[in-house]
């Protein structure tokens, strides 16, 4: 699902660097930022999504 939202593929982590680089380059974001951003959306995606958790954390990481 999110492979194909995210433009296909299985390169997961390719995907979560280029969604890193935009963050960067569009909105002006630290690095330090970015890790924040992707952290609190892995929360928010697995609370609201319990049964995606496995997935989401192969995107995203397995975080703290």
Not at 23 to 35: F, H, I, R
Not at 36 to 63: H, I, S
Request: zero cysteines; proline letters at 2%; aromatic letters at 4%.
């Amino acid at each position: 699902m999110f492979g194909s939202m995210l433009g296909g593929g299985g390169d997961m982590q390719g995907h979560v660097r280029e969604i890193s680089t935009r963050l960067k380059a569009d909105a002006g974001l630290t690095d330090e930022q970015v890790a924040q951003v992707l952290e609190t959306m892995k929360e928010y995606l697995v609370e609201q999504f319990p049964m995606m958790q496995g997935m989401v954390e192969n995107m995203l990481g397995k975080g703290k």
